[in-house]
């Protein structure tokens, strides 16, 4: 009986998940096959975009019968092809991938939520995280795994500000290590494991994801060797940063190299996933729910004695805090009716 349930809830929010996104990309009649003369979006706003081009930048505007379908068609990282006449941009190449994300209104009474394209077509996904001010939180970056893994974007975390890293955080980030992620810990005031981070950027056209206040925007100045992007400050009383950047942009650093700057979040939405699913992007409970008593044991309010993921908490075959996040995730989503 739970089963189905399950089941069914899983598939009702994949069908409203694959409607949501199908009505992100409905611009079919505007894709174009791989096509060499192509310019890349470097910044789009609401009908027009800074796209390069032959090494040039250009501010182009739709063209009118693209322009009329949907108010933002276009993203940062997104290839296009341009009229030659007026360098409106009239095809987008279709998408390797896209990096969304879920925004709700907050409100109890509807589930009203809009999907944020953060950018498109990204080789690796940089979830930068920082050692202080602001704090790391585990929490966050399990959920920016959830929504990487998702979308089938390869990812790293880096830690900057490593110049303030205590044991706590080195203790946080050996979780990651165990689990077979790159981790990079950097100081772009120090210039520690910037080379590091260019060696693996190289070749890529890579996005930096995280909380405002990270240093996202100093790393790309690091990686750039440049000091013309605008970092913030981070509140002396919060913590927190203060959103300097405010949108996705794309900074080219060598010929075939570039990184995606993205605005700071403060949360991560992913009330739009099912319990089901959840567990499958958690890697280490992905390779032994099977020994579960019941297939669709969901590792929360089942019996210890039933239930090998609890066991493998308490004998430290999985990392209890993991587990914690894990779990806080399972309850939030049902508690929402998922
Ligand atoms: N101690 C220390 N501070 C750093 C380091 N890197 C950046 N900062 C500081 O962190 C603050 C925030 O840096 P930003 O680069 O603006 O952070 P951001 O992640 O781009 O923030 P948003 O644009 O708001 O999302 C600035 O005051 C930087 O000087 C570092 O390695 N060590
Ligand atoms: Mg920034
Ligand atoms: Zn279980």
Redesign the pocket.
């Known amino acids: 009986m739970i089963k189905i349930a399950h089941k069914n809830r899983y598939e009702s929010s994949n069908l409203k998940r694959y409607n949501q996104k199908k009505s992100i990309t409905n611009i079919e009649k505007f894709i174009n096959e791989e096509n060499n003369n192509y310019g890349i979006v470097i910044e789009a706003n609401y009908n027009d975009a800074e796209v390069l081009y032959e090494s040039k930048l250009l501010r182009t505007k739709l063209d009118k019968t693209f322009n009329t379908i949907c108010n933002k068609t276009i993203y940062t990282g997104d290839k296009v092809i341009l009229n030659k006449k007026d360098f409106s941009i009239e095809k987008i190449i279709t998408r390797k991938n896209m990096l969304c994300r879920e925004k709700h209104d907050g409100s109890k009474i509807n589930d009203f939520g809009i999907t944020k394209v953060v950018a498109t077509n990204i080789d690796l996904a940089v979830i930068?995280v920082?050692?202080?001010?602001p704090p790391l939180h585990p929490k966050f970056i399990d959920r920016y795994l959830i929504l990487l893994k998702s979308n089938n974007i390869p990812f790293i975390i880096v830690m900057?500000?490593?110049?303030?890293k205590t044991q706590k955080e080195e203790r946080i980030l050996n979780i990651y290590k165990d689990l077979d992620i790159t981790v990079i810990e950097?100081?772009?005031?120090?210039n520690?494991g910037i080379s590091e981070l260019r060696n693996i950027l190289k070749g890529k056209q890579s996005i930096?994801v995280?909380?405002?206040?990270?240093?996202?925007?100093?790393?790309?100045?690091?990686i750039m060797q440049s000091n013309n992007?605008?970092?913030?400050?981070?509140g002396e009383k919060t913590g927190k940063?203060?959103?300097?950047?405010?949108t996705s942009k794309y900074y080219k650093w060598n010929d075939n190299s570039a990184i995606i700057?993205?605005?700071?979040?403060r949360s991560l939405d992913i009330s739009n996933f099912n319990p089901v699913e959840i567990q499958d992007y958690f890697e280490e409970i992905r390779k032994l729910k099977e020994k579960c008593k019941y297939k669709d044991c969901l590792h929360y309010d089942e019996l210890e004695s039933d239930c090998y993921i609890k066991q493998s908490v308490k004998s430290n075959l999985i990392n209890f805090e993991r587990y914690e996040s894990y779990a806080k995730i399972i309850g939030e989503l049902l508690k929402k009716g998922k």
């Open positions: 930068v920082s050692a202080h001010e900057n500000k490593c110049d303030l950097t100081s772009t005031n120090l520690i930096l995280g909380h405002s206040g990270v240093g996202k925007s100093s790393l790309v100045n690091a992007i605008k970092v913030g400050s981070v940063g203060c959103h300097t950047t405010t700057d993205t605005p700071g979040i």
